[in-house]
């Protein structure tokens, strides 16, 4: 691994040299174990600490199959399905494994008694399996997290249609908190290069999320004067819609817990702010057993007062439980609440009267297809959107970052340096990043 990870360095390693340099048989990596998986049985979500599950070990490099790439991983993010993974909520990952390996002979290789997890990476292109022409050893590259087979036609209109589609380092093995990672040739994409290796991993999986959710015909299709609500807007998801809404044209309404990260939506340029601590909504009563339609009422006055009389065209809706039945209800007749991730529980609540009668739409959405990954990793590269970077943290404290997240106590991503001995390594184009500074840096130490 030293001499991947010096000719790496150099910054100057020819294509060739890099496919000369051996594989090593074995690499570290953050995993979880199967025989572990009942460890925090009886135990609330909060109190279940992924500090105790996530292991970072020396594991088999995987064999190389068709169509797929082994990746020197400098750098890779935390999600909140690392997190998930870690406290096997709602399910065990490995249930996911056992599947994918009764696919085929190759996939076979997924179904391990451990778990490599991690769902973004950028890194350096090791080694090509057949078939792959489009990257070459050397390639400086990120990843977007969308895997799919794409032997059945209902993924050839959108992949994300396939019925073995899958997400990277959730559903399969051998993900990007590792320094090695295997990843199919087609979810790889071109590092920007005014970034840093942990910059440029960190905006993958929510960064193309977001893109979906709320710009793509698949799903949220902003327009510019839209109105859009968007739940934690200066967090790792919603601080990417932030900017999306910003830079489209559209009319953002912030939600934020607190007054410092209202001043970071306000820094992106969003001028219509809602501070969760300050207005203190009770949406449900103390029990989580019944909603409060009159918050929900509040909220729609509260809105109208920052749109100058507007209700929302588009609300950004990923904390699930907690919030679903205010936003449906401030929806405007005809609007749109598109949702993806329920962070804060699955079973959603709200009134249908107010959908059916007011002919709104719930569309749901999950991560992007490559297409849509390539358009909001191209938007980073030509600085429109930048990463959300706040901490990151060494390979071997990914128990603490996994836990930084699922108690919330983050801002924007978490990033996680895996080969890189530092942060502030991988950039090739200072020019450029100097233009965009204090955007790249708007996240950091908050």
């Avoid at 071997?396 to 108690?407: M, S, T, Y």
Wanted: proline share 4%; hydrophobic share 35%; glycine share 10%.
């Amino acid at each position: 691994m030293q001499n991947i990870l010096d000719a790496i360095l150099a910054g100057d390693t020819a294509s060739e040299d890099f496919a000369n340099l051996p594989l090593p048989e074995s690499y570290r990596a953050a995993t979880v174990h199967k025989d572990e998986v009942d460890m925090f049985e009886g135990l609330a979500s909060r109190d279940k600490d992924p500090r105790k599950s996530l292991h970072v070990e020396e594991v088999a490099l995987p064999e190389l199959g068709p169509g797929e790439a082994l990746v020197a991983v400098m750098a890779s993010a935390i999600n909140y399905n690392t997190v998930w993974t870690s406290i096997f909520e709602p399910v065990s990952t490995f249930g996911f494994l056992e599947r994918y390996g009764r696919l085929s002979e190759l996939t076979k290789r997924h179904d391990l008694p451990y778990h490599v997890v991690g769902s973004d990476l950028a890194g350096v292109v090791l080694a090509t399996g057949p078939g792959v022409t489009k990257w070459k050893p050397g390639a400086e590259v990120v990843a977007h997290c969308l895997s799919v087979e794409l032997e059945d036609p209902a993924g050839h209109d959108d992949t994300m249609m396939d019925p073995q589609q899958r997400i990277w380092g959730f559903e399969t093995n051998f993900g990007g908190l590792a320094h090695i990672a295997l990843v199919k040739s087609n979810q790889l994409l071109d590092k920007p290069a005014h970034l840093t290796w942990e910059e440029a991993a960190s905006p993958g999986l929510v960064n193309a999320t977001a893109y979906r959710q709320l710009v793509s015909k698949n799903a949220g299709q902003m327009k510019q004067g839209d109105n859009v609500l968007i739940w934690g807007a200066s967090g790792g998801l919603g601080g990417f819609a932030t900017q999306y809404a910003l830079n489209g044209g559209a009319n953002p309404i912030c939600v934020v817990s607190n007054e410092e990260k209202a001043k970071i939506v306000r820094s992106m340029g969003a001028e219509m702010v809602i501070n969760r601590s300050e207005e203190n909504w009770k949406f449900w009563n103390d029990e989580g057993t019944e909603q409060n339609p009159k918050e929900w009422q509040r909220l729609g006055k509260r809105i109208r007062e920052l749109t100058g009389g507007e209700d929302i065209d588009i609300v950004f809706e990923h904390p699930g439980r907690e919030t679903f039945g205010a936003s449906v209800y401030v929806t405007r007749k005809g609007g749109t609440i598109t949702t993806c991730a329920s962070t804060t529980g699955y079973l959603h609540e709200y009134d249908n009267r107010y959908l059916w009668m007011n002919l709104k739409r719930i569309v749901s959405s999950h991560f992007a297809n490559y297409r849509e990954a390539y358009e909001a990793n191209r938007l980073i590269a030509q600085g429109k959107i930048h990463p959300t970077v706040s901490k990151t943290y060494t390979l071997d404290e990914v128990g603490q970052a996994a836990l930084d997240v699922h108690h919330n106590k983050h801002q924007g991503k978490v990033g996680v340096l895996c080969l890189a001995p530092e942060e502030g390594l991988g950039v090739r184009d200072p020019e450029m990043r100097a233009k965009h500074e204090t955007a790249i840096n708007r996240f950091r130490g908050v």
